[in-house]
């Protein structure tokens, strides 16, 4: 299976194939044991042996790791939800009105926002099932839902427009 893992700004390829492991090209023989009764994991890659513990943060595919005592935020998504996340968010201007549409066909499950709310960046607006998996589309950019123009059941097709988000002009500090 393919990943695309971004870590401190830097965004890898990797791929997951039985007891190998390719980064940026390069495969390497890999092996993930737990240690009982911890969260601690033991990843040994080629011949390197590393002790992580992988903690879920908020977002999906997000986490904190500690890898050999160093620290590392990290995104890890499948190949097709970080399509869809860079989709939803090519599609957003800070300068204009953001509109969130549906990236393929499928069907509207859930919808998290209503006309008038204040939206931040990366917040879940939209759940669509889409080839049998469900999907959250978030806010690309900060603002206030203008509209929501599908409800749950909907079925849309892909480019169809679901929510449009609108700029809020910054206001001083009270």
Do not use: C, W
């Amino acid at each position: 299976m393919k990943y695309i893992v971004d870590i401190g700004g830097e965004r890898h390829e990797v791929t997951v194939d039985g007891g190998t492991v390719s980064v940026g090209g390069a495969a390497f023989p890999a092996h993930l044991e737990q240690l009982d009764g911890t969260p601690v994991l033991l990843v040994s890659v080629g011949t390197s042996v590393h002790r992580i513990i992988a903690r879920r943060s908020d977002g999906r595919g997000a986490y904190a790791l500690s890898v050999d005592g160093f620290a590392f935020a990290a995104e890890a998504l499948d190949e097709r939800t970080r399509a869809i996340r860079d989709i939803t968010a090519a599609s957003a201007g800070v300068a204009r009105a953001a509109h969130v549409s549906a990236p393929m066909p499928g069907l509207i499950v859930k919808v998290n926002v209503a006309p008038g709310d204040v939206v931040k960046a990366g917040q879940g607006l939209i759940v669509m099932e889409a080839m049998k998996m469900e999907n959250e589309l978030r806010a690309s950019a900060p603002g206030r839902v203008k509209s929501v123009v599908v409800a749950p059941g909907t079925a849309v097709e892909k480019g169809a427009l679901l929510v449009e988000i609108e700029p809020i002009a910054d206001q001083p500090a009270a």
